[in-house]
């Protein structure tokens, strides 16, 4: 996941940078770096006859998935966590035979197993897209229209669709409000003035967040914020 920062203040005066999340992903890159280099170490090292019995790849394996677990809660995202408990308890299932005294190292059909992910994973989701309430929600092709009158904060949630958001009575609006976005797997369009300044700061995983040059940088301010999951954010300046 990487954290983005945009801001749009005119043509002239134009930025992009990436904050945390540049260096979450250069440390995530160097761990899984390391990690391949063990286990082909441990490998080697077996074929010499040294480490015999010492499960080096799955222990590296295991602390990647522990790794991956603790990212999992600490962002929210609980209904991914399935995911990296189920592949350790496949890696370290003889093990747990072993010490729960069952003679079938592999008691569980690894079918069963990925099944059980799927519908826990799924259900999670529902869960987590079901209590988000007196937040305004998008699935398939919605539009949302906010009355700049009364904008200080908004809330959009768009899960696998197409939302298009305009915003009304702009010659009311403070300049101080906060467009916070959860998007997952897919679009959301923010039709924006042409006279405003766009602040964009957003986590985005596996996504695309666009922001075009343009605004005035002496224009109204509209802060945009959330996460972006596998979609794509689009920031569209109109005359």
């Known amino acids: 996941m990487s954290k983005i920062v945009i801001e749009s203040e005119g043509k002239d005066n134009y930025h992009m940078k990436m904050t945390s999340g540049k260096r979450e992903a250069l440390s995530w890159g160097i761990t899984l770096i390391v990690a391949a280099i063990l286990i082909a170490a441990g490998i080697v090292l077996k074929n010499f006859g040294y480490l015999e019995g010492f499960p080096v790849w799955e222990i590296v394996v295991g602390i990647l998935l522990i790794a991956l677990s603790v990212k999992v809660v600490t962002r929210g995202t609980f209904y991914l966590l399935p995911w990296p408990l189920g592949f350790l308890f496949v890696i370290f299932e003889s093990h747990i035979a072993e010490w729960a005294g069952i003679s079938n190292p592999r008691f569980i059909n690894h079918w069963i197993v990925l099944g059980l992910i799927i519908l826990l994973s ?9 209590s988000a309430k007196g937040k305004k929600k998008g699935k398939g092709a919605s539009t949302v229209y906010i009355d700049c009158a009364e904008f200080a904060y908004e809330e959009i949630n768009n ?29 959301v369009n923010v039709h924006v003035p042409s006279s405003w300044r766009i602040h964009c700061h957003m986590d985005n995983d596996l996504g695309n967040i666009n922001v075009p040059q343009g605004g005035s940088p002496d224009g109204k301010l509209l802060k945009i914020e959330g996460d972006n999951d596998i979609g794509t954010v689009n920031v569209i300046f109109e005359v």
Do not use: Q
């Not at 799924?122 to 079901?130: M, P």
């Not at 669709?161 to 959860?182: K, M, Q, R």
């Open 122 to 130: 799924a259900g999670l989701k529902l869960i987590k897209s079901a």
């Open 159 to 187: 899960d696998i669709g197409v939302c298009n958001i305009f915003f009304s009575n702009i010659d009311s609006y403070s300049g101080a409000g906060t467009l916070h976005i959860e998007n997952d797997v897919g679009v």
